[in-house]
């Protein structure tokens, strides 16, 4: 897989794309993020922002589907900067916001992370600092980088194709079904271990996929599947490395293909996707590629984005080259 890595360039401060916005800044604020932390620490948060930044405005969503509304919002009234007071599904949120707005509506806003949320899996990419103070460092420092995303179209609850888009990772078989039952672990002994636990919950119940998996319109596999992904970022689950050689800046995915495994094998490699060694496994590959198709043979799978989950296969994913730009450190995109 090629590098192609984007140059950075320096953000310009206090540019305005057009006349009438109050601030060039604003804040989309998730206060269910971090179990409700970031919603019990906002003015906080709000007064650390506006130390090192400035002025900004904010808005509080209020419930799913409301960060890509106000993604959307920024991009059409000309907003520099979009700061995502979140973690990794109000990341995926505001992306989508921000690329299903027409281009007609002018450049999107360049993307600030604070460590608010969980996980933190696409953040790990980017070299971010988990401190708050720190990242804002790096978005003050005004360095920007442009990488890529993902388009998507999965299955909705009533039948229909429905298009999303994803910025670290698109995925289905044991990482949708650990997704159904993560939350009750994390709220109890947080994003890792929460993960960790639910891991082991799906493994449990775990049944291998009859699916077919195509890359680039030409069939890969077709067989039994544990887990397949779709990668853009390196990690997902709180930090596990599913994908260490994935780069975000060079136009392709890492697609991961975990062959059928049984239940005792699947336990006893979880901790190697922890560390990024699981390709040592001969039911394990990876594979560079433009686009992937998921298609069951059999019971339908949830299918999730940057662990969120958005409906059932099939999955039909695509690259989106260098199509957001992000705040981010000198190391973004290095492996770890």
């Known amino acids: 897989m090629g ?7 320096k953000f310009r401060v206090g540019v305005r794309y057009r006349r009438g916005v109050e601030s060039d800044t604003l804040v989309c604020l998730n206060p269910a993020s971090a179990a409700g932390r970031t919603g019990r620490e906002r003015q906080a948060i709000l007064d650390a922002i506006e130390s090192k930044l400035g002025p900004v405005d904010y808005e509080v969503t209020r419930g799913v589907g409301d960060a890509e509304r106000i993604a959307a919002q920024a991009r059409r009234t000309g907003r520099a900067r979009l700061l995502v007071a979140g973690g990794d599904g109000t990341i995926n ?5 921000l690329l299903g707005e027409d281009e007609g509506d002018g450049p999107a806003p360049a993307l600030g992370l604070l460590p608010l949320g969980s996980g933190w899996d696409l953040a790990r990419s980017l070299a971010l600092p988990r401190a708050l103070e720190a990242a804002l460092d790096v978005i003050a420092g005004g360095e920007t980088r442009q990488i890529d995303a993902g388009r998507a179209v999965v299955r909705s609850p009533d039948g229909a ?11 289905a078989g044991l990482s949708g079904d650990t997704i159904q039952v993560v939350g009750r672990f994390a709220k109890r002994v947080g994003a890792r271990a929460g993960f960790a636990l639910g891991a082991v919950a799906a493994i449990l119940g775990h049944r291998p996929l009859d699916a077919s998996v195509e ?13 397949v992904v779709a990668a853009n970022g390196r990690c997902f689950g709180a ?4 994908a260490p050689k994935a780069r975000l800046d060079d136009g392709r995915l890492e697609l991961v293909l975990v062959r059928g495994l049984s239940v005792p094998s699947l336990l006893a490699n979880l901790p190697s996707l922890f560390a990024g060694t699981h390709g ?18 059999g019971r339908a799978l949830y299918a999730d984005l940057d662990g ?5 296969l099939p999955l039909r994913a695509e690259i989106l080259p260098g199509a957001l730009e992000v705040f981010a450190g000198a190391d973004a995109g290095a492996p770890a």
Do not use: W
């Not at 949120?93 to 916001?97: D, I, Q, W, Y």
């Open 215 to 227: 890359v680039d319109g030409e069939r890969l596999y077709e067989g039994p599947i544990s887990l």
């Open 308 to 312: 969120e989950s958005v409906g059932t």
């Open 93 to 97: 949120e505001v992306a989508s916001g």
């Open 161 to 171: 194709p429905r298009e999303r888009f994803f910025v670290n990772e698109a995925s």
């Open 239 to 242: 930090g596990m490395q599913v």
């Open 3 to 9: 590098s192609g890595v984007c140059p950075a360039r």
């Open 280 to 297: 040592r496994h001969p039911a394990v590959s990876f594979h560079a590629a433009r686009s992937v198709s998921i298609e069951p043979k």
